[in-house]
């Protein structure tokens, strides 16, 4: 099909996630058609290329038509695409827990187990952690603490521990009983005798606008867990796989939690796949008679080929030793970003390892009218400067796949000032 017959039946069949569809629909709205993608770039069905500054919502890791990925999804199909994981096992599935597991050397994680994306690894933590206090006669623990402006996902148990009301607001007489609190200091007031479990995204909350977290916050939660008998969850479905420096947030201060929910990256960026990772302690108070078990899954929990894609990402993590040659671009992306300060509407740049927020607004500081979607309009006018990205609000993210030169951080942050300077400037 040619563009224009794509985008009319787009606009006549298809509902886009997090999207206005009136104004998706609206004659003069022209959709962007991507059709292939190489290294750390896309094409359009018009053969424009374009800077994926975004990792294709946060979840390429080494670029796109990766050799290694790419070969081990075809070596797969050779066997078998998919079977059940309800009685059965497969040798994908099985070596990538193992592989997982080596990956946290020092930490208490030891089982995993396999869903389909962010949301349901964190769905997964949640079921966990109520059911576990029910089997080890403390039903009374049932509650949940999680953050202000926090995000988790969309189904409706992950969506009870979002603290971003535009997301949650409609849905919380359906949801589970949640304390949110504004910061780590608060937890001293809360009573833990009736809390199951505690959630964060650590490092960094990433839909609140890429927020960064004190140092001292992962020990400080632990700590506090610890003394009341609380699991704590850490989201790491956005800061996995690289995108702090390490494998995993979590090592950056050797804190590890009871629940790792693990996706995005953890195909690099190919298949669907997500993995909830939970300690021995967790694990045997599910053991015993049969209505002690976890009742829950889905139909392509360990699919064989989003399996065997992840574990030739692991792979190339370490034939590439692209953790090792990660740090002086992450070094080279706060050098070039530290000169986007000078811009009269950046407010503020925040920065974990290779993950960038730059929030915008108007020259005086006050922050622009929601309703103008400014954010937006910098990244539409980006385009036009060879880069993809999509903003939170009026904050701009910058997270490349790992693969990216240090010329391309260049042309990412060129690209970002330009547009900055391209809608901003008219308005003040």
């Known amino acids: 099909m040619n563009t224009k017959t794509l985008v009319q039946l787009d606009k006549a069949h298809v509902w886009h996630p997090f999207t206005q569809m009136r104004d998706w629909i609206a004659p003069e709205h022209q959709p962007l058609v991507l059709v292939a993608g190489h290294g ?42 998919h079977t059940s994981f309800l009685g059965f096992t497969n040798p994908k599935a099985v070596e990538l827990a193992a592989r ?10 030891t089982k995993v187990f396999f869903s389909d994306d962010g949301s349901t690894a964190i769905e997964v933590a949640i079921k966990m952690t ?20 926090a995000y988790h996902g969309d189904t409706l148990g992950a ?18 009983p949640v304390l949110r609190i504004g910061s780590v200091e608060s937890l001293a007031t809360v009573d833990g005798s009736e809390i199951a479990g505690l959630i964060v995204e650590p490092l960094m909350q990433g839909a609140a606008g890429m927020r960064l977290w004190p140092l001292s916050a992962a020990k400080a939660l632990r700590r ?27 090592q950056q201060d050797h804190v590890y939690p009871d629940f790792l929910a693990l ?58 030793r692209v953790l090792q040659k990660l740090q002086p671009k992450i070094e080279h992306l706060a050098r070039r970003l530290h000169g986007l300060q000078d811009l009269a509407n950046v407010r503020e740049i925040r920065r974990a390892g290779f993950i960038a927020g730059v929030e915008i607004a108007s020259q005086n500081g006050e922050p622009f009218d929601w309703r103008d979607r400014i954010g937006a309009q910098i990244c539409l006018a ?15 993210v910058l997270m490349l796949p790992l693969c990216v030169s240090c010329e391309e951080i260049d ?3 060129h690209a970002m000032g330009k547009a900055i300077i391209e809608v901003c400037a008219p308005i003040d």
């Open 263 to 320: 996706a995005k990256g953890l195909t690099g960026g190919y298949l669907p796949l997500a993995a909830t990772l939970t300690t021995e302690k967790v694990f045997s108070g599910f053991l015993g008679s049969y209505e002690k078990a976890f009742f829950y899954g889905h139909s392509y929990c360990g699919n064989q080929l989003g399996c065997a894609a992840a574990l030739a990402n692991l792979a190339v993590f370490e034939q590439e």
């Open 159 to 176: 969506s009870s521990l979002g603290g971003i009301s535009l997301f949650h607001d409609r849905f919380k007489s359906h949801q589970f």
């Open 40 to 81: 750390a770039w896309l094409e359009d069905s018009f053969g424009r290329r374009y800077l994926d500054a975004n990792s294709s919502i946060w979840t390429n890791i080494h670029g796109h038509g990766h050799p290694i990925l790419d070969q081990a999804v075809r070596e797969q199909l050779e066997h078998v695409a």
């Open 100 to 109: 997982l597991v080596e990956l946290l050397p020092g930490s208490s994680l």
């Open 224 to 250: 506090w867990c610890d003394q009341n008998e609380v699991l704590l969850i850490f989201d790491e479905v956005m800061t996995g796989f690289g995108r702090t420096g390490k494998y995993f947030a979590c």
């Open 130 to 149: 109520v059911q576990f206090f029910q089997q080890t006669e403390r039903p009374r623990k049932m509650g949940f603490v999680s953050f202000e402006n």
């Open 411 to 413: 042309l990412a942050i």
């Open 382 to 396: 980006a385009r036009r400067h060879g880069i993809l990205t999509r903003p939170i609000g009026d904050v701009l």
